[in-house]
């Protein structure tokens, strides 16, 4: 028998019970004991060695298997925490915490003497959390009747609220919660998990009684869906207020101020539990205007009672201080009340205005766009005395028009005004002399079309004023290239005779004329108008003090010798220039009046245009009785 010696059976990973014999280590020629326990290797069954064998490829697949779950879920952990974890974040923070919004207070808006124009009416709204509301239809309708009969109002809007924002957190279910109810149900708010009742407002305009303010101040309404998804980053819910029109879209940052979030945590039932975070709202700026709300009735109540037997019915009425470009009155007659859209006009008063044949809604003062008729005389008057094609002196024989050809271009007075010089031709708007300055004669070089635009565009006519109302429109300026390419002809003399005029493809608005008429008055500076009261002015000299004491004395004559004798019996003095405007085949003319006064010291522009007011010639007339007002009711 050989020596056996004993190593450490772990070597080979034997269980206890293996009855395979000890290797010795100790010599080259080591062998096994001969019985190996009383039995010999040929006795030894295979089994031992399979069932070894097998167990290792277990353990090996086990690990495989562990490895792979242990990866798949440092896979899965981390697709939560960087690809899904601020979504996941979210929605455990939805349902720990709620934010409510703190609505400000709208600024209000007052004229230039603080009558209000523009403020809030208290109002109460039904506030919903999406999160703690029934998704299941038939339970969320039974809350909803159990909230409308707690409130005493109509259930029949909630669901379709519901369904109209469905990717709001919060949901307005109703905006006309009665006084007594909401009282009632805020004292018992923190008992109703996830319905809040939230003092709001609406917005109250003084419309009522001025409506034609209404195209001034505009109104605000629902944030529609394309609005919304530009605004929703500033803070503003589907559901908020949003200056629509006028100067509550215009000044929107302004009139808003800040909303205020309080975040509070709740419990699983949704019951508030503390307060974690609160920023205060900030109100938003009240607006004081140039408007003279009383200028402004008068005007509306002027218009009124001239307009009541005319067969004409629209009209637009720019009043502005000269000095600072201070618009005092902006009137598009007839208008609307504004209130109608803040409260929420039905279709019913939607469609009436939309199908009156006068056009309440259209702001005529600033979108408004007509030929000028000879209110544009005084500018090309300007633009020949800054160009040195004419001198105060210069005069030419008017007999009743030019030739041209085949082709008459009359005076509207038959026989024409005899020989012409400027002051006369502004005075009696003799057509013949703004031919000659403008298209020139076979024996006269005019001003032509393209310095005749130039001087245009010098008094702001082709671009907007920069008053701070949205959408204002520019009027129009011609030009060859445009008429080839439009209208497939060349532009001819006839064309710059017509545009020297005020005729023809030339068009302005009511607030642009207004301006120009402002810059005669001031001394010759083109002011930028504006509707706040307290901004600096804004202007540009454009007019040397020779020229501009030229026409300025000359539209002084059309009051004393010229086309408006009703202004003589005014109070004060004032100087302007009448114009009649063709626009349509086989229609009447528009007719314009457009001046200023005091005439030494000039405190007020006026213009006037009544569309189609024909040969009735009703816009100096109702010039004469704005002049009257203001002059006497000046300081009160």
């Known amino acids: 028998m050989f020596k056996r010696k004993t190593r450490d059976r772990r070597i080979f990973s034997l269980l206890d019970d293996d009855t395979i014999g000890q290797i010795s280590d100790s010599d080259a020629d080591a062998t096994f004991d001969d019985t190996l326990s009383g039995r010999s290797i040929a006795?030894?069954?295979?089994?031992?060695?399979?069932?070894?064998?097998?167990?290792?490829?277990?353990?090996?697949?086990?690990?495989?298997?562990?490895?792979?779950?242990?990866?798949?879920?440092?896979?899965?952990?981390?697709?939560?925490?960087?690809?899904?974890?601020?979504?996941?974040?979210?929605?455990?923070?939805?349902?720990?915490?709620?934010?409510?919004?703190?609505?400000?207070?709208?600024?209000?808006?007052?004229?230039?003497?603080?009558?209000?124009?523009?403020?809030?009416?208290?109002?109460?709204?039904?506030?919903?959390?999406?999160?703690?509301?029934?998704?299941?239809?038939?339970?969320?309708?039974?809350r909803f009747v159990e909230l409308a009969k707690q409130l005493s109002i109509s259930a029949d809007d909630f669901e379709i609220r519901y369904q109209s924002a469905p990717s709001d957190q919060t949901v307005l279910l109703s905006d006309a919660v009665p006084y007594n109810?909401?009282?009632?149900?805020?004292?018992?708010?923190?008992?109703?998990?996830?319905?809040?009742?939230?003092?709001?407002?609406?917005?109250?305009?003084?419309?009522?009684?001025?409506?034609?303010?209404?195209?001034?101040?505009?109104?605000?309404?629902?944030?529609?869906?394309?609005?919304?998804?530009?605004?929703?980053?500033?803070?503003?819910?589907?559901?908020?207020?949003?200056?629509?029109?006028?100067?509550?879209?215009?000044?929107?940052?302004?009139?808003?101020?800040?909303?205020?979030?309080?975040?509070?945590?709740?419990?699983?039932?949704?019951?508030?539990?503390?307060?974690?975070?609160?920023?205060?709202?900030?109100?938003?700026?009240?607006?004081?205007?140039?408007?003279?709300?009383?200028?402004?009735?008068?005007?509306?109540?002027?218009?009124?009672?001239?307009?009541?037997?005319?067969?004409?019915?629209?009209?637009?009425?720019?009043?502005?201080?000269?000095?600072?470009?201070?618009?005092?009155?902006?009137?598009?007659?007839p208008s609307y009340d504004a209130n109608l859209f803040a409260r929420g006009i039905t279709q019913n008063e939607y469609s009436a205005l939309l199908n009156d044949p006068n056009a309440p809604l259209f702001p005529r003062a600033t979108q408004g766009e007509y030929p000028s008729g000879s209110t544009m005389k005084p500018v090309y008057a300007a633009a020949a005395l800054m160009e040195h094609i004419i001198t105060p002196q210069t005069t030419f024989l008017s007999t009743g028009g030019l030739w041209l050809g085949s082709r008459f271009f009359p005076d509207w007075r038959k026989g024409g005004h005899g020989l012409t010089n400027v002051y006369h031709a502004i005075a009696d708007s003799v057509n013949t002399f703004f031919y000659t300055i403008g298209g020139g004669t076979d024996a006269f070089e005019g001003l032509g079309l393209e310095r005749l635009m130039q001087y245009a565009t010098l008094f702001g006519f082709g671009s907007t004023t920069g008053i701070d109302l949205p959408n204002e429109a520019d009027g129009f300026l011609p030009s060859k290239n445009w008429k080839e390419a439009t209208k497939g002809e060349p532009w001819y003399i006839g064309d710059t005779y017509n545009v020297s005029i005020g005729q023809g493809d030339f068009l302005v608005t009511p607030l642009q004329m207004n301006r120009s008429t402002a810059t005669f008055a001031n001394g010759g500076t083109?002011?930028?108008?504006?509707?706040?009261?307290?901004?600096?002015?804004?202007?540009?000299?454009?007019?040397?003090?020779?020229?501009?004491?030229?026409?300025?004395?000359?539209?002084?004559?059309?009051?004393?010798?010229?086309?408006?004798?009703?202004?003589?019996?005014?109070?004060?003095?004032?100087?302007?220039?009448?114009?009649?405007?063709?626009?349509?085949?086989?229609?009447?003319?528009?007719?314009?009046?457009?001046?200023?006064g005091p005439f030494d010291d000039p405190t007020i522009a006026v213009t006037v245009i009544i569309e189609e007011g024909g040969g009735g010639y009703y816009s100096t007339p109702i010039a004469n009785d704005i002049f009257t007002w203001y002059f006497n009711n000046r300081g009160r």
């Open 43 to 142: 006795e030894l069954s295979t089994g031992s060695y399979v069932g070894n064998f097998a167990a290792r490829r277990v353990k090996r697949f086990g690990i495989a298997v562990l490895l792979v779950t242990f990866g798949t879920f440092l896979f899965r952990i981390g697709s939560w925490q960087v690809v899904h974890g601020q979504e996941y974040r979210e929605i455990a923070d939805n349902n720990r915490t709620r934010t409510r919004t703190i609505l400000p207070n709208r600024g209000v808006i007052t004229d230039r003497n603080g009558v209000l124009l523009a403020w809030n009416t208290p109002a109460f709204h039904l506030v919903a959390n999406r999160a703690d509301l029934p998704t299941d239809p038939t339970l969320r309708a039974t």
């Open 526 to 596: 083109l002011m930028t108008p504006h509707l706040l009261k307290d901004v600096t002015p804004e202007g540009v000299k454009i007019v040397p003090d020779d020229v501009n004491n030229v026409i300025k004395d000359a539209m002084r004559e059309t009051v004393l010798h010229g086309s408006s004798p009703l202004l003589q019996n005014l109070p004060e003095a004032v100087a302007g220039k009448t114009g009649t405007a063709q626009w349509a085949t086989g229609r009447d003319e528009h007719t314009w009046f457009t001046g200023f």
């Open 181 to 333: 109810a909401a009282i009632a149900f805020l004292a018992h708010q923190d008992d109703t998990i996830g319905i809040s009742v939230e003092l709001a407002s609406t917005r109250t305009y003084l419309t009522d009684a001025i409506p034609t303010l209404s195209h001034v101040l505009g109104f605000t309404g629902t944030i529609d869906d394309a609005t919304y998804d530009s605004v929703k980053s500033l803070g503003y819910r589907r559901f908020d207020s949003i200056g629509k029109q006028g100067l509550e879209k215009a000044h929107e940052d302004d009139l808003r101020g800040t909303p205020g979030v309080e975040v509070t945590e709740v419990n699983a039932q949704g019951k508030t539990l503390r307060t974690l975070e609160k920023t205060d709202s900030v109100d938003g700026e009240n607006l004081t205007l140039s408007i003279d709300a009383r200028l402004t009735a008068a005007i509306e109540y002027i218009l009124t009672e001239r307009l009541a037997t005319a067969p004409v019915k629209k009209a637009a009425v720019v009043v502005s201080n000269p000095k600072n470009g201070e618009v005092l009155s902006l009137v598009s007659y």
